[in-house]
Structures are given as structure tokens and as C-alpha cells.
């Protein structure tokens, strides 16, 4: 089992920055893939950026790419999502996912992640 627990997330004005954090307990930190998932009011949930176990690859969705960066500190068993030019549009709740490294599913998917968080709300104001 591995325990996951975003933090971090908040009231920002657009334009803004933001870091969400993720700490994991459990097993080994770095026998994991890990994701950044959110889900607005009223929307499904969907694929933000992805890391491998590593931290050697890393994965965006189009509309983050250039803004957001993953990053992962195994040392410190934490994920990490540095948020910048926040638009209203990325209000959500922002989940963080583990699934194994061994695992050859998307990591785009989020059926393919084994472990999830209870989310952190992220609010960005016009």
C-alpha cells in the first residue's frame, strides 16, 4: 500500500503561482510512477503531468505544458507541481497517483494508477 497526501493547494489570482505538494508513505517511494490528475466542477477528471520512477521522463497534457513543471524528490518520498500563469481554467481539485513502475500502462490514464490522494482544491480567480 502506499498512502499519498496532497497539500499546498489554495486561492490564487490569475497569472499567479502556485506549488502543490505530494508526500507518500508506505512502500518504496521509487518503485513508483507517479501523476498530477484534476477534476473541475462538473467535468471528468483528466491527466495533468506525469513522472517517471526515475524522474528521468516526464509527461504534460497540452494545455499545462510550458506552465507546470513535475518534479519529484526521492529522497524526501515527495511529489511536486509547480504551477505558473495560473488561468481561471485550472480551478480543480488536484489529485496526485502512483502506480508501479513495472507497469506498462499510459501514463496519461488514470485507471493505469493504482494509489491516489484526497485532493487538494486549487482556486484561481479572474
Known amino acids: 500500500q502506499v498512502q499519498l497526501v496532497e497539500s499546498g493547494g489554495g486561492l490564487v489570482q490569475a497569472g499567479g503561482s502556485l506549488r502543490v505538494s505530494c508526500a507518500a508513505s508506505?512502500?518504496?517511494?521509487?518503485?513508483?510512477?507517479l501523476g498530477w490528475f484534476r477534476q473541475a466542477p462538473g467535468k471528468e477528471r483528466e491527466f495533468v503531468a506525469a513522472i517517471s520512477w526515475s524522474g528521468g521522463t516526464t509527461y504534460y497534457a497540452d494545455s499545462v505544458k510550458g506552465r507546470f513543471t513535475i518534479s519529484r524528490d526521492n529522497a524526501k518520498n515527495t511529489l511536486y507541481l509547480q504551477m505558473n500563469s495560473l488561468k481561471p481554467e485550472d480551478t480543480a481539485v488536484y489529485y496526485c497517483a502512483a502506480k508501479s513502475r513495472l507497469s506498462s500502462g499510459s501514463y496519461r490514464v488514470g485507471r493505469e494508477y493504482d494509489y491516489w490522494g484526497q485532493g487538494t482544491q486549487v482556486t484561481i480567480s479572474s
Open positions: 508506505g512502500r518504496t517511494f521509487s518503485n513508483y510512477d
